[in-house]
Structure formats: structure tokens, C-alpha cells
């Protein structure tokens, strides 16, 4: 097995490829080494030591370091414990799996407007930032501002906030006169 890897914009995160799928569908966020109690890839890749944040996209896993180590102390384990996970045919989540990346309900008048929102952030917007090794989730709209949850690569990302003002909001201000404003949201 060979595990590629990329850069993110993000200098604490390293995008990692394994050649096959991780998710069937949807996204997966592990900000917390206890949150990965739910995958046993995730617990690996925790256990490496020195680990802020593991995230999986559908082919791909995002590793978030702490800021103190170096990628060259940690980045051969992690590699290791990718490998490792693969080849003993373990499942990457156990119980209830992934969730489908956030779509929280919206009832009401703005109803159309978000599913505008959310079709865009579908369509133009996660498939850019996937490639990252990120995701950017819906969150809310409430008075002309969307409110999005950054996960993987994207999240601590010295750049997210330029995507999110310069990219995300001009997109949407575009195409939904509505849209006044873009802004992040903590999970």
C-alpha cells in the first residue's frame, strides 16, 4: 500500500491519501482525541502522540499536528498507523458511521434561499476545499449572514478567513442578493 501525501494551507496540516475510499459518504471531524472513540482509524492516528485534529473526506485523511511538534517527528507514524489500519480490515467507524456533512434544517421564510445556499456550498464550494483537505459545512442563516463550520485542514487554516471573506461571501453575494455576509462558526 502507498500512502501519498500533500500540503494544505494549512502549515499544521498534511493531507494524506491512501489510494482507496475512507468514507462512503459525507464527512467526518475528530477534533478531540476522545471524540475518536467513534472510529478506529481516528484512535490510531490519535495514539501517534501530539495529534490537534484527524478529519476524513471520502478518499482522503487530514492530520492536524499541535503546534509544538515537527511533521518530521510525527508524519512516518502517522503513515504507519494509516497502513497499518488498512491492511487489519478494521472498519473506520464503528456504530452509526459517518454523518452526511452538514445540512441543519431550515424551516421558514428563508427556506429557499438557503437551499440556494446550500446548493452552492455543494457545488462550487466543498468540492474546492476538499481538495485542501477540509470541508465547510452549513451552519445558519439568519438576517443576510451565513454561518459555516470549518473542519478538517480548514479549521485553525491562517488563510480560512481570506476564503470565507474573499471567496466564499463574494460567491454567494453573486448569485443570492440576500446574502449580506459570511461568517465562521465554532463546532
Same mark, same amino acid.
Given at each position: 500500500?502507498?500512502?501519498?501525501?500533500?500540503?494544505?494551507?494549512?502549515?499544521?496540516?498534511?493531507?494524506?491519501?491512501?489510494?482507496?475510499?475512507?468514507?462512503?459518504?459525507?464527512?467526518?471531524?475528530?477534533?478531540?482525541?476522545?471524540?475518536?472513540?467513534?472510529?478506529?482509524?481516528?484512535?490510531?492516528?490519535?495514539?501517534?502522540?501530539?495529534?490537534?485534529?484527524?478529519?476524513? @473526506?471520502? &478518499?482522503?485523511?487530514?492530520?492536524?499536528? /499541535?503546534?509544538?511538534?515537527?511533521?518530521? +517527528?510525527?508524519?512516518? !507514524?502517522?503513515? =504507519?498507523?494509516?497502513?497499518?489500519?488498512?491492511?487489519?480490515?478494521?472498519?473506520?467507524?464503528?456504530?452509526?458511521?459517518?454523518?452526511?456533512?452538514?445540512?441543519?434544517?431550515?424551516?421558514?421564510?428563508?427556506?429557499?434561499?438557503?437551499?440556494?445556499?446550500?446548493?452552492?456550498?455543494?457545488?462550487?464550494?466543498?468540492?474546492?476545499?476538499?481538495?485542501? @483537505?477540509? &470541508?465547510?459545512?452549513?451552519?445558519?442563516? /439568519?438576517?443576510?449572514?451565513?454561518?459555516? +463550520?470549518?473542519?478538517? !485542514?480548514?479549521? =485553525?487554516?491562517?488563510?480560512?478567513?481570506?476564503?470565507?471573506?474573499?471567496?466564499?461571501?463574494?460567491?454567494?453575494?453573486?448569485?443570492?442578493?440576500?446574502?449580506?455576509?459570511?461568517?465562521?462558526?465554532?463546532?
Amino acid at each position: 500500500m502507498f500512502i501519498q501525501t500533500e500540503s494544505t494551507p494549512n502549515p499544521a496540516t498534511l493531507k494524506f491519501l491512501p489510494g482507496q475510499a475512507v468514507l462512503d459518504s459525507g464527512t467526518a471531524d475528530f477534533p478531540t482525541e476522545e471524540a475518536a472513540k467513534t472510529s478506529p482509524l481516528a484512535s490510531r492516528i490519535f495514539a501517534v502522540g501530539n495529534i490537534a485534529g484527524v478529519f476524513f @473526506g471520502s &478518499d482522503f485523511v487530514t492530520v492536524t499536528k /499541535d503546534e509544538a511538534t515537527d511533521w518530521d +517527528h510525527v508524519k512516518p !507514524a502517522i503513515l =504507519g498507523a494509516i497502513m497499518e489500519h488498512f491492511q487489519s480490515g478494521a472498519p473506520v467507524m464503528e456504530g452509526e458511521g459517518a454523518v452526511p456533512a452538514g445540512h441543519a434544517a431550515h424551516d421558514g421564510p428563508d427556506s429557499d434561499i438557503v437551499q440556494q445556499i446550500k446548493e452552492l456550498l455543494d457545488t462550487r464550494v466543498r468540492p474546492a476545499v476538499a481538495q485542501d @483537505g477540509g &470541508d465547510i459545512t452549513f451552519h445558519g442563516f /439568519d438576517r443576510g449572514v451565513v454561518y459555516l +463550520h470549518m473542519q478538517g !485542514a480548514c479549521a =485553525g487554516c491562517p488563510s480560512s478567513t481570506l476564503t470565507l471573506k474573499m471567496g466564499i461571501e463574494n460567491l454567494l453575494r453573486h448569485y443570492i442578493p440576500e446574502v449580506l455576509e459570511v461568517r465562521p462558526v465554532a463546532a
